[in-house]
């Protein structure tokens, strides 16, 4: 599907996008009428946990017994009524509450798309680990890189990382979820990515896993979207005996984009 920043609307193809924008001749200022159904409007109201902050702190009472209950939709797959498949792996899930926290999912859910008819969105293109990672969230609004397994799922199956996967630094798990959530618009996926990311960058940090982080974060992510890119050039900056390394100072030399933060940075601070 392709997407219309400005409408937040997705299109089949590109050249019904294309015809899109080439009819709306005052698209800078269109705004689409969605309908919204009456349990979306529901969950929304009722759960303003999804997409903005938690309406109750995580220790009371409600909170638990909301979470407790998503926990047992995701393992025995109850009521379930949308299929995200990935690879041979097939997830059985909520469109309420998927769509209600991803505006990708939310759209190709709506009438008239052919995900919304046959019930069912295939990622065969995606990482299978991530697609995992992002099913785990819709349900505990958490993930956990190291060693989390497939098999808490109501199918019983499990999915294992790949031989890269697994021993790729936590650091740059978290950079790819980020990339990923952002694909997806996932936003409060992406805000806790950028969290843990940001947690694990201030801690005692190995300078490989940090030049794999920031070669990540600097092929995944856009110029304008700053997250992860100003928290690798603060780790940079808060960390000067790197730069006496050869192997840092290759992976400066060949990302020119970082080198050009980096030095902004130096100069914001007074430095130069």
Known sequence: ???????????????????????????????????????????????????????????????????????????????????????????????????????????????????????????????PWLVHIMVHYFYHLDYDVRGQSESGHFDGSEIERDSTGASEPTLVTHAKVYAFAEQYLIDGLKRLALRKFKMVATQSLDVNDFLQAAQEVY??????????????????????AWLDENKVQYVIKEMGALTFDLIMYIRQQGRL
């Open 1 to 127: 599907m392709h997407y219309c920043k400005k409408c937040a609307r997705y299109f089949e193809s590109a050249k019904a996008l294309k015809q899109h924008r080439e009819a709306s001749s005052r698209h800078a200022v269109y705004v689409p009428y969605v309908k919204t159904t009456t349990s979306t409007r529901t969950m929304s109201s009722a759960f303003p946990l999804w997409g903005t902050e938690a309406a109750l702190p995580r220790d009371e009472e409600p909170f638990k017994i909301l979470m407790s209950s998503l926990v047992e939709f995701y393992s025995n797959g109850e009521y379930s009524d949308l299929v995200i498949s990935c690879g041979e792996k097939e997830y059985r899930v909520h469109r309420i509450l998927v769509c209600a926290q991803s505006k990708f999912f939310a759209a190709a859910c709506r009438e008239g798309f052919k995900e919304a008819q046959e019930r069912e969105i295939n990622l065969q293109d995606c990482d």
């Open 219 to 240: 092929t995944s992510t856009i110029e304008e979207d700053r997250g992860l890119r100003d928290i690798v050039v603060e780790t940079l900056f808060k960390h000067p």
